[in-house]
């Protein structure tokens, strides 16, 4: 009996959501809405300000890199038609604006610091992930990002940003977000850019689905 | 017997650590190092760079909460003493400096500089967080918890900052990290200032267990 | 002659402002209103957002302080009753804010999006200078001062903070502007913290001050 | 008389480089180094750190930029070699860094944390300015040029980034300084890119003439 119980651990360790296909007892036991025997969801927010539409295509690609991830459902909202159950059932929030004198919008800021003191959202261990859009190499767009990644924090989230290597896989790295300029030195959202997005949604969704997977095992 | 085997599910999900101390091949499973029975340590380094004492003295502070949580294995130590081993072990880094003109001491930023990109340590999903002393109210120390929150970032660990919460329960928040004013103003580190630094050690040392939690379960 | 006009131009480069209050068609070339044969003042604006008033009392002192420089004029206003008029007039402007979740707050930001981009106010040269509230050590207060400064930036103007020196005159230092903890360990706004707000309102009208007597010189 | 004297204060105020040409004297009173009846120039250092060649070719736009102001003398350094002569006679100063882990690299950080500490040099109004090159959209670059900056406000300068403007001349804005993507999605430094470098060389020199002719007026 012990050699099974083992066997059934490794199976646990190794596969947890294979497990909770065969047994909807155990997904039952996470508390998660009536999913039959799935596998329980990790939900990404992407919430964005766009004000010509460049924040907003750069938002798609977060949410297309976020689907990659399996198991993963994906909510892509204006910031303005964002609401309280959104906040509260996402396990990833990406934050993404243009870029308003190197900061974030008023606009959208007056919508995002009603979330935690008006509706009393509770975004503690929630994964957060900052974008931007915004012309010129130093024109803010990395502030902007910083700022995202600030309020997240000071609203209680962990944070990280999209992995990089090189081609050789000599060098890996991480940025703090991604952003793409949109000035007249290089117009539109490209192709390149919306590698960056995408990455941050895929990174996003795969830290959301592990802490997730954590969540039931800590008092 | 898929009654038996929901009884033990439910068990693993609920207390995986009580599992392995029944089982220790399903601790080896996790490829810890040999602690017989007990479940697994999660790791937390705290390195800091001092110049008279009152980043070393806030340095503790943050040890002191990381070990305020239950199976954390904490090491201290200045940042020019730290091998690869330290860093490779670590499930959560706590980086500290004093305020050097709003920024990171050279001397200290020399040193981790190298941590990437010559010692090749790879930091994926470690959490960090980040600490510092200063003079002045405006002083530069915030901006040294950012900068240090950026670089670990762009080493791709996740980030997060200590909890808060009002004494009536009905605000909460987070902060990006922990800072003691060490400046004419406010000499030295007061007990009130380390409150802030064991709150990030404690905060840290939580995540990491979680993130260690769920790290075997993923592909 | 050349006795004499060399006379007269030392007598330019000591006090251009006695200059003008023995010749009034000097200060004429300025282009200054009408203000007989007065020097032209130097005009700070003390721009604010404040939540519970620490905002506003600190701003209070940042103008007391700029008002310690002779020939300056000052003006304190909440940010919301700012005009046209009042930003194109002055030379220095310091903006002030509580912290909400380490930024901006919204409705502020809000405002001081549209000074340029709807109201078209012209900011080149104009001395910047920023201040903020905000509880905790680490939470936010000084990032809301950076992104202050950024905002100035991106508007064109060039942007400074108070200076110290400590008792012995050995070391010198700058910080990124002034700020008050108004937290609960920290609470309301000290006659220390006033200070601070008083060096800032003293370092941008001294500036303000300088880059007005250069300005009409060059093309 | 009267008449003489106002005919010689227009054109102190109109062309006071042009009055110094006339009369030595004058220029004495200013304490430059003995130029013979040339006019005081305003000195632009740029200093920077490189690692492959890309931040010194960006430096070079930054003083080729600079070099477009009458009257300036413009240093190009690595950090390395800057002596404290060259920043005792710096009216502005440019830094700029490559990105390493979205920060200023060690070993420049350790040269210019000296500066002020152990050299005393007085930054006191000179003006400063950043760059930076760095790979990634968001890579960090700009939270360089942030960090230089908050570096050079600590240590009293007065800051300011290039200037710009739409090619419809309806908008009008600046940036935090200048930097280049120099990463694999967009190799090396280009022309354009150099443009912002030359911006911001020009920015500075211009702010530097405008204090400097300022400087000996007031007390």
Redesign the interface.
């Known amino acids: 009996m012990?050699r099974n119980?083992?066997g059934?651990?490794?199976l646990?360790?190794?596969?947890?959501l294979l497990?909770f296909s065969?047994?909807p007892?155990?997904a039952a036991?996470?508390g998660q809405p009536g999913e039959g025997s799935a596998p329980p969801k990790a939900r990404v927010l992407v919430a964005y300000y766009s004000r010509h539409g460049n924040t907003e295509r750069f938002a798609e690609g977060v949410a297309e890199g976020a689907r990659r991830v399996p198991d993963t459902l994906v909510t892509v909202k204006r910031v303005e038609d964002v609401v309280k159950e959104d906040l509260q059932a996402a396990d990833a929030i990406a934050l993404g604006a243009a870029t308003?004198?190197?900061?974030?919008?008023?606009?959208?800021?007056?919508?995002?610091?009603d979330w935690?003191?008006k509706w009393k959202v509770?975004f503690?261990?929630k994964?957060g992930g900052a974008f931007s859009t915004g012309g010129?190499?130093?024109?803010?767009?990395?502030?902007v990002?910083?700022?995202l990644?600030?309020?997240m924090?000071?609203?209680?989230?962990?944070?990280?940003?999209p992995?990089?290597q090189?081609?050789e896989g000599e060098?890996?790295?991480?940025?703090?977000?991604?952003?793409?300029?949109t000035g007249?030195?290089d117009p539109g959202v490209s192709e390149?850019?919306l590698d960056?997005a995408r990455l941050l949604g895929e990174r996003l969704a795969?830290?959301a689905?592990?802490?997730r997977?954590?969540?039931?095992?800590?008092p």
Do not use: H
């Open positions: 012990k119980r083992a059934i651990c490794v646990v360790l190794a596969a947890p497990l065969i047994d007892a155990a036991e996470q308003y004198f190197a900061g974030i919008p008023g606009t959208m800021k007056t919508v995002i610091d935690n003191w509770d503690t261990d994964v010129g190499q130093t024109g803010g767009k990395e502030f990002v910083v700022s990644l600030m309020f924090i000071n609203n209680r989230m962990v944070v990280a940003g992995l990089y090189d081609a060098d890996i790295w991480g940025e703090a977000g991604a952003s793409a300029m007249p030195l390149k850019e960056a795969t830290l689905r592990k802490l997977s954590a969540q039931p095992r800590l």
